[in-house]
């Protein structure tokens, strides 16, 4: 069955201080992969995807994320990160198999002054 | 612009009330969804309808009810509210094809009391 695991439900950071929100998905035969954000009271705001090519990608905000297939992971890292960063964050992942997004049980992130 | 909008943000009903939520998308996409985002911020997939046909439907009670008049409006109609439909619901869009992310409405809080 098609699953996506975002092991951290948690994740506080201080300020300026580097994160990575981890995400793993069930099979990498053809995924598309998205990270999206929802601040508090808000609905979800897509961050970043990756449909094909580079496995890097770049999203909003200064964050970017890694597909890797061989541990079908796909995590989200920021360099530095702000106080307007703490909100919830939902891995997805789409299968060509079907229509509906799975989604993660999202990490909550609070950036701690 | 908002892209995908949804009525009312907030509603609050006594149990055994018969209640409707309604999504508009303007992006002139061919997919709509409803999740359900329970009070630990898991998102659970609900309907899903393309070009006004439903092809998601998900162990959801009989009392939830989708209804898609056109491409651009999903509406939600619950009959016999209960307490535990207390949740926040979203409204998504997206274009056809799987290589594509979602848009998401701001939600709507149900409160059934």
């Known amino acids: 069955a098609q699953s996506v695991t975002q092991l951290d439900s948690q994740v506080p950071v201080f300020e300026e201080a580097p994160v990575e929100l981890r995400c793993n998905y069930s099979?990498?035969?053809?995924?598309?992969l998205f990270w999206y954000v929802q601040y508090p009271n808000q609905g979800l705001q897509l961050l970043l995807k990756y449909l094909s090519g580079s496995t890097l990608v770049k999203g909003i905000n200064g964050f970017e994320a890694e597909f890797n297939k061989s541990q079908t992971s796909f995590h989200l890292r920021k360099p530095s990160v702000h106080i307007s960063d703490t909100a919830e964050y939902f891995c997805?992942?789409?299968?060509?198999?079907?229509?509906?997004?799975?989604f993660g049980t999202g990490t909550s992130l609070t950036v701690i002054p | 612009d908002t892209a995908v909008s949804q009525t009312p943000k907030y509603l609050v009903t006594q149990m055994g009330n018969d209640k409707s939520i309604k999504c508009e998308q303007n992006?002139?996409?061919?997919?709509m969804y409803w999740y359900k985002q329970d009070s630990k911020k898991f998102l659970k997939i609900m309907f899903s309808y393309n070009n006004k046909e439903l092809i998601i439907n998900e162990t959801v009670p009989n009392r939830f009810s989708p209804k898609s008049p056109d491409k651009a409006h999903l509406n939600l109609h619950i009959n016999s509210l209960e307490l535990g439909d207390s949740a926040v619901y979203f409204c998504?869009?997206?274009?056809?094809?799987?290589?594509?992310?979602?848009?998401f409405g701001q939600g709507t809080r149900l409160t059934v009391v």
């Open positions: 099979s990498s035969v053809s995924v598309y």
């Open positions: 998504a869009s997206s274009q056809g094809g799987f290589n594509t992310e979602a848009f």
């Open positions: 992006l002139g996409h061919d997919t």
């Open positions: 997805a992942v789409r299968w060509n198999t079907g229509n509906q997004f799975y």
